[in-house]
């Protein structure tokens, strides 16, 4: 089974500043996905970012950026010049095999508040 | 369109109650998902759905029935709940596909059983 950890319950940080999110997992697996989801206030879970564990770039959106670190099973997420709107409930999630009907395990998130 | 939509947004139900949440998209996904969130806590899956038929099952209590009736519909019937099943329910999907393909949610119905 795999396991998802999460260290960070909570993080603030100013607004404009960066910020880094950690997140490690456990697999046995070759093949899979790793997803930073981001739940505001408002409930809708919302994609973030997302990279495939066979490719070694790591994956960046506009702001977002990881450092996927495969070997150490480390996979932490980078805001920078961060906004109000950045203010959210933050999961990492993991999903294995190729197929999109697979179950996604989530790690218990980190509350991140951006102070004005 | 790339909603997913959930209803209704809050339900509060008793104990002896039948009811049902429904949750639609239009994006051709073949997948949907039923997950449970308690508060400050992640989303559990319940149930997958994958081109219709029920694929995944987590072990869960028989008073919740999960329903896809077709391509665009998913429905969780409730029957007999417990206090303790009170939590915000999600319905996700996703394709079918090789490849990377992630999970779109809904907001959410947010269940009180009193």
């Known amino acids: 089974a795999q396991t998802v950890t999460q260290s960070q319950p909570e993080m603030s940080v100013q607004e404009a500043e960066t910020v880094t999110l950690s997140c490690t997992y456990d697999?046995?697996?070759?093949?899979?996905?790793l997803f930073w989801y981001k739940q505001p206030p408002s409930r809708q879970m919302i994609l973030v970012i997302r990279?495939?564990?066979?490719?070694?770039q790591n994956a960046t959106e506009n702001r977002f950026s990881v450092n996927f670190q495969k070997a150490a099973k480390s996979f932490s997420l980078k805001i920078s010049d961060s906004q109000l709107g950045d203010t959210a409930m933050y999961f990492c999630?993991?999903?294995?095999?190729?197929?999109?009907?697979?179950?996604?395990?989530f790690g218990t998130g980190t509350r991140l508040t951006i102070i004005p | 369109d790339t909603e997913v939509t959930q209803t209704p947004k809050h339900l509060v139900m008793g104990m002896t109650n039948k009811k049902s949440l429904k949750c639609e998209q239009h994006?051709?996904?073949?997948?949907m998902y039923w997950y449970k969130q308690k508060a400050k806590k992640p989303p559990e899956l319940m149930f997958v759905?994958?081109?219709?038929?029920?694929?995944i099952n987590e072990s869960v209590p028989s008073r919740f029935s999960p329903e896809c009736p077709n391509s665009s519909l998913l429905n969780l019937h409730l029957h007999a709940l417990q206090p303790e099943d009170s939590a915000l329910y999600l319905c996700?999907?996703?394709?079918?596909?090789?490849?990377?393909?992630?999970?779109?949610f809904g907001q959410g119905t947010r269940l009180t059983v009193v």
């Open positions: 999630a993991f999903r294995k095999s190729n197929f999109g009907n697979e179950k996604l395990t």
């Open positions: 697999t046995s697996e070759n093949n899979y996905y």
């Open positions: 990279q495939e564990a066979y490719k070694q």
């Open positions: 996700a999907s996703s394709q079918v596909d090789l490849g990377v393909t992630e999970a779109f």
């Open positions: 994006m051709g996904h073949r997948a």
């Open positions: 759905y994958s081109y219709e038929k029920l694929s």
